[in-house]
């Protein structure tokens, strides 16, 4: 069982990067739900954004109308599409599975997923 994220790296302010977490060795029932969390040094791990029982998309005040998660089934790869970045952003960015019975009310605690990836490094320069 491996989650697989991929895709951070070195951006100036204001510009774009896209995230991929590529899951293996899992099966995902339609009640699942994907997350992207991150950390960011000296703080917590924060929600950033889920995809909630494969159709709805849920964020973080602080990254919505930036972020867009987005996801490609037959590849069981999530993406997201990050824009508009600020230093702020700054973090490691993990992705994480639920992979049956997600509940709405739990999509913000990290301890809720069962599955995570080993994180990508995020660094947004002013």
């Known amino acids: 069982v491996q989650l697989q994220a991929s895709g951070g790296g070195l951006v100036q302010a204001g510009g774009s990067l896209s995230l991929s977490c590529a899951a293996s060795?899992?099966?995902?029932?339609?009640?699942?739900?994907i997350a992207w969390f991150r950390q960011a040094p000296g703080k917590e791990r924060e929600f950033v954004a889920t995809?909630?029982?494969?159709?709805?998309?849920y964020y973080s005040d602080s990254v919505k109308g930036r972020f867009t998660m987005s996801g490609d089934n037959a590849k069981k790869t999530t993406y997201l599409h990050m824009n508009s970045l600020k230093p702020e952003d700054t973090a490691v960015y993990f992705c994480?599975?639920?992979?049956?019975?997600?509940?709405?009310?739990?999509?913000?605690?990290?301890?809720?997923?069962?599955?995570w990836g080993q994180g990508t490094q995020v660094t947004v320069s002013s």
């Open positions: 994480a599975a639920r992979p049956d019975t997600s509940i709405l009310s739990q999509i913000q605690n990290a301890d809720y997923y069962d599955y």
């Open positions: 060795g899992l099966t995902f029932s339609r009640n699942r739900a």
């Open positions: 995809i909630f029982r494969s159709t709805r998309s």
